[in-house]
């Protein structure tokens, strides 16, 4: 599966973002889907995940509150919805596809990674 995120940027700390990511070569349909960034210097870390059917989510705590993970799965697409933004969520934001159906918050539950987007929040 191709990755494709998009919808990072520049922004307020306080400010709203809406990262998208798009998967082809094959449905993601029945895998489970998250997001997880990486800060400069700083190692990947998770941020939150979506089960295959959209129904069960997870996020990192410094997240929760703040952010929501949701799918698509007729557009085979997961969003994450960026609210409340602080300078400490600064980082290349990745999509991945996880090897199975369920949640799953560590890098090596995944399988394919997309290019990752940046964003940027400012104080």
């Known amino acids: 599966v191709q990755l494709q995120a998009s919808g990072g940027g520049l922004v307020q700390a306080g400010g709203s973002l809406r990262l998208s990511c798009a998967a082809s070569?094959?449905?993601?349909?029945?895998?489970?889907m998250g997001w997880f960034r990486q800060a400069p210097g700083k190692e990947r870390e998770f941020v939150a995940t979506?089960?295959?059917?959209?129904?069960?989510?997870f996020y990192r705590d410094s997240v929760k509150g703040r952010f929501t993970i949701s799918r698509d799965n007729t557009k085979n697409s997961v969003y994450l919805q960026m609210n409340s933004l602080k300078p400490e969520d600064t980082a290349v934001y990745y999509c991945?596809?996880?090897?199975?159906?369920?949640?799953?918050?560590?890098?090596?539950?995944?399988?394919?990674w997309g290019q990752g987007t940046l964003v940027t929040v400012s104080s």
């Open positions: 979506i089960d295959w059917s959209g129904s069960s989510t």
């Open positions: 070569g094959r449905t993601f349909t029945g895998k489970g």
């Open positions: 991945a596809l996880a090897r199975t159906g369920w949640v799953e918050t560590a890098v090596r539950g995944y399988i394919d």
